[in-house]
């Protein structure tokens, strides 16, 4: 929850975020929940829109594995929303996370991923955030699968991703899906009927994945978080860049030639050498290494859109090729590695990362994940983010809901 709410605060001031909260009195119209770190009040479906904009827009947002995208900017959002005026517990508000969390993971790691044109995780969140809003507002078991099968049904096509070389705001999809989950709950609850059996085709949904292990091992337990605002497929080959250029002294305009060899799935992003928007840069992995070899890693916590003029970055990105990396084949979704090789007159070394940081198997301390979030809301406040901090770290043990509601948005 810290790890999103952090995001959130950075991801408000970004162009979708506010594009995202100047529309949403229109679009969905006033109501009593809050848009974070603002006296705004929306709806339910429109509070959690404005706030997954938020929680999504700097690809900063934790991740999963298994389900090759991003639960917690839908799933944290949209329980926040049900949750403000349900008076529910702690405990009651994050068992709703780790619910959602495990519907909407399972549902996207039952698919056959590699074979699948887009892993955007607007197709497969919505049934985990109508999941988490159902229970913990209460609903009977057949209204939530109602909810759960009209979020599948009418999830977001994702129509142009996997061949758009646009940077754009919509991204993966994350705000219109949560919206639409939480809007699903309501219309089960007013008689909609979804198809219950939307999980049932075995061509598309292994039912040995939807349910082995259900309630034993937790999704939400082998969550990655990102040190870096860009696609997690470009987080192992910084990694191995910032590494090699730290054991070898080489500045970044000695570098002639550097190599990441990644697994065949990262090939298919733009990765434009020079682009164009902060979304576009976000899905480049030369752009995103350049940037980090050339002013550091804090460069993308989060990353700033002036440096889309730099040409010292554009110029290293140049000179980075990317090629399919012998050994990767079967690598994703279980593991985005990259080997990196860098060339400076008789200097040639190479790394390979199997596991970027903030992986379980790499993990971020509790240290590393505070000053995250202390970088990410340096516009909030100062008493404003430490309220945040405080209150979530003592949620059900000195803090209750109502406190973090208060330090998101006060009264309204």
Avoid at 59 to 79: E, N, T, Y
Avoid at 353 to 363: C, H, L, W, Y
């Amino acid at each position: 929850m810290l790890d999103t709410l952090g995001v959130a605060a950075a991801g408000a001031g970004t162009d979708a975020g506010q594009a995202s909260a100047r529309s949403a009195r229109e679009i969905f119209g006033c109501g009593d929940r809050v848009v974070w770190f603002s006296k705004s009040r929306l709806t339910p479906a429109g509070a959690a829109f404005v706030n997954a904009t938020y929680a999504a827009a700097l690809d900063l947002d934790d991740g999963h594995r298994q389900a090759s995208g991003h639960p917690a900017a839908a799933i944290v959002p949209a329980v926040l929303a049900a949750a403000e005026r349900h008076a529910c517990s702690a405990d009651s508000l994050l068992t709703a996370i780790a619910l959602g969390y495990e519907v909407a993971v399972r549902i996207s790691a039952a698919r056959d991923i590699s074979a699948l044109r887009t892993t955007d995780t607007g197709l497969w969140c919505g049934p985990g955030v109508a999941a988490a809003v159902g229970w913990l507002t209460g609903q009977a078991p057949m209204i939530v699968a109602h909810g759960m099968a009209i979020a599948a049904q009418t999830a977001t096509s994702q129509a142009a991703t996997g061949w758009t070389v646009y940077g754009h705001t919509v991204k993966e999809g994350i705000p219109w899906a949560t919206a639409n989950g939480v809007a699903a709950i309501s219309l089960a609850k007013a008689g909609h009927r979804g198809p219950l059996d939307a999980l049932d085709d075995p061509s598309a949904y292994s039912r040995k994945r939807l349910l082995d292990d259900f309630g034993r091992n937790w999704a939400i337990e082998g969550a990655y978080f990102k040190l870096y605002s860009c696609c997690r497929w470009a987080h192992a080959a910084i990694d191995g860049a910032l590494a090699l250029q730290e054991s070898t002294g080489i500045s970044h305009d000695a570098i002639e030639h550097l190599e990441i060899e990644t697994f065949e799935r990262a090939l298919s992003l733009p990765n434009q050498a020079e682009p164009q928007s902060p979304e576009a840069a976000q899905y480049s992995i030369p752009f995103c290494v350049a940037l980090a070899l050339v002013h550091g890693a804090s460069a993308l916590l989060p990353m700033d859109n002036k440096f889309l003029a730099d040409t010292r970055v554009t110029t290293l990105a140049k000179r980075i090729k990317l090629s399919s990396g012998s050994g990767y084949a079967s690598a994703f979704p279980a593991s985005t590695p990259a080997r990196v090789t860098i060339s400076a007159g008789n200097i040639v070394q190479s790394i390979e990362i199997r596991f970027p940081r903030g992986e379980p198997q790499n993990p971020l301390t509790a240290s590393e994940l505070q000053h995250k979030f202390e970088r990410l809301s340096l516009n909030l406040e100062d008493e404003t983010a430490l309220s945040i901090s405080r209150t979530v770290s003592g949620l059900g043990i000195h803090q209750h809901p109502s406190a973090l509601f208060a330090a998101l948005g006060g009264p309204g």
